[in-house]
């Protein structure tokens, strides 16, 4: 008979044989983020706010196809979605290694990168939505925090790692080969893939996407308020670290990864102790801390206090909003109801960067992580009032 330390552990064990996955979608995407806007903007001569576009257009492309994917996910299965994914990825990479060598011809060059950010856009909601719902699949909905912290873990980590090797291996190889390690991992992920067993399809009534959305709306906002600061921080670091004559932007990321993977291995239990919305409330006031550090920052190790303040506080605003809504959406709507949250994610993804853009022009490069907090800020006003509404709901069921 297994203990329940062995239970926990073989729980973990499977929900990080999934989440792997997450971590490869993640590592492609991470790999050129802190290149590629220097690419566009130097080497192949284009303003910021396009610079900004570049990486903004993948998570555009995930935002607009989430309905779709998150259907794709409860109707074929969430580990068809992730092998399609996972091709996704492969073609993207294929994409990101054209383009470099055609450097000379500066308009295509540009549209291979967003034609690759595009498919990458949509492999990563079908990979993120889909390991998600794998593992759930295959430990259970009561642990549906842990499968989301530990996706969450998986992804920053993966950026993490990616932003510094990609900044190396294009010091010394060159930006085609990123698109090479992008090819092969993806490749390798695929095969691993079709060797994992599938889990049963939910044949359940499923609800109309609009509806799932309405449910997640007030708390998809509030997290998309802070995932801002985020997107600002992983657009603009390398061109903010530039305008001041600093070298070690890519560091900027790895402190942010770091603060958040540690962050939510030790303070994942608080989900459950304290409540969804409360901890919210706590993370968002941390995170527009370190955005303001962010913004006032004379140094680059104070820089790197920022955004570990940053990630530390974001660490735990996806799960802690994420639970209190999705465990109200139906088992065979699941994956839609994670789709639609993911929604207001990849949203502030995807106007971070030109609306950062827009007012680092206007206003200075150090200027957009005020804005970045004030938008946190406004964050933690929003998950208070929607910890009151749960409150009063609690007392009236009483």
């Given at each position: 008979?297994s203990?329940?330390e062995q239970s926990?552990?073989?729980?973990?064990?499977?929900?990080?044989s999934?989440?792997?996955?997450?971590?490869?979608?993640f590592l492609?995407v991470?790999?050129?983020?802190?290149v590629?806007?220097?690419?566009?903007?130097?080497?192949?001569?284009y303003?910021?706010?396009l610079a900004g576009l570049?990486?903004?257009?993948q998570?555009?492309?995930?935002?607009?196809?989430?309905?779709?994917?998150?259907s794709?996910?409860?109707?074929?299965?969430?580990?068809?979605?992730?092998v399609?994914?996972?091709?996704?990825?492969t073609v993207?990479?294929?994409?990101?290694?054209l383009?470099?060598?055609?450097?000379?011809?500066p308009l295509?060059?540009l549209?291979l990168?967003l034609?690759?950010r595009l498919?990458?856009g949509?492999?990563?909601?079908?990979?993120?939505?889909g390991?998600?719902?794998?593992?759930?699949?295959?430990?259970g909905?009561?642990?549906?925090?842990q499968?989301?912290s530990?996706?969450?873990?998986?992804a920053y980590?993966?950026?993490?790692?990616?932003?510094?090797?990609?900044v190396?291996m294009?010091?010394?190889?060159g930006?085609w080969?990123?698109?090479?390690?992008?090819?092969l991992l993806?490749?390798?992920?695929l095969?691993?893939?079709?060797?994992?067993?599938?889990?049963?399809?939910f044949?359940g009534?499923?609800l109309?996407f609009?509806?799932?959305?309405?449910?997640?709306?007030?708390?998809g906002?509030?997290l998309?308020?802070?995932?801002?600061?985020?997107?600002?921080?992983?657009?603009f670091?390398?061109?903010?670290?530039?305008s001041?004559g600093w070298?070690?932007?890519?560091?900027a990321l790895?402190?942010?990864?770091?603060a958040?993977?540690?962050?939510?291995?030790i303070?994942a239990?608080?989900?459950?102790?304290?409540?969804?919305y409360?901890?919210a409330?706590?993370?968002?006031?941390i995170e527009?801390?370190g955005l303001l550090?962010?913004w006032?920052a004379?140094?680059p190790?104070?820089?790197?206090?920022?955004?570990?303040?940053?990630?530390?506080?974001?660490?735990?605003?996806?799960?802690?909003?994420?639970?209190?809504?999705?465990s109200r959406?139906p088992?065979?709507?699941?994956?839609?109801g994670?789709?639609?949250?993911a929604i207001?994610?990849?949203?502030?993804?995807?106007i971070a960067?030109?609306?950062?853009?827009?007012?680092?022009?206007?206003?200075g490069?150090a200027?957009?992580f005020?804005?970045?907090?004030l938008?946190?800020l406004?964050?933690v006003l929003?998950?208070?009032?929607?910890?009151?509404?749960?409150?009063?709901?609690?007392d009236e069921?009483?």
């Open positions: 008979m203990t329940p926990a552990t073989a729980t973990t064990l499977q929900i990080v999934i989440v792997l996955f997450t971590f490869i979608g492609c991470g790999l050129p983020l802190a590629l806007p220097g690419y566009v903007h130097l080497d192949l001569g303003s910021s706010v570049v990486i903004s257009m998570y555009l492309a995930t935002l607009v196809s989430r309905p779709i994917t998150g794709l996910c409860d109707s074929l299965g969430p580990k068809r979605a992730v399609y994914g996972l091709v996704g990825c993207s990479g294929l994409l990101t290694l383009s470099p060598l055609l450097q000379h011809l295509v060059s549209g990168l034609a690759g498919v990458l949509v492999a990563q909601g079908l990979i993120g939505t390991s998600i719902s794998w593992a759930i699949g295959r430990v909905a009561d642990d549906t925090a499968v989301i530990w996706n969450g873990i998986a980590g993966a950026i993490a790692v990616g932003a510094p090797l990609g190396v294009v010091k010394y190889l930006l080969s990123l698109g090479g390690l992008i090819t993806s490749v390798v992920a095969l691993l893939a079709q060797r994992k067993p599938a889990v049963p399809i044949h009534t499923r109309p609009r509806h799932v959305f309405l449910r997640v709306l007030p708390n906002l509030a998309a308020l802070g995932t801002i600061g985020y997107g600002t921080l992983a657009t670091v390398a061109l903010y670290y530039a001041r070298d070690g932007a890519a560091y790895t402190a942010f990864g770091c958040f993977i540690g962050a939510r291995l303070f239990g608080a989900i459950k102790s304290r409540g969804g409360r901890v409330i706590a993370c968002l006031a527009s801390i550090l962010l006032l004379p140094s190790w104070l820089i790197l206090c920022g955004a570990a303040l940053t990630g530390f506080g974001l660490s735990l605003v996806y799960p802690a909003l994420g639970v209190e809504v999705i959406i088992a065979a709507s699941r994956s839609s994670l789709g639609a949250y207001f994610f990849d949203l502030a993804l995807g960067g030109p609306l950062m853009g827009m007012v680092a022009t206007g206003f490069f200027s957009i005020l804005v970045a907090a938008l946190a406004l964050g929003i998950s208070c009032y929607l910890l009151r509404g749960a409150s009063h709901h609690t069921t009483r």
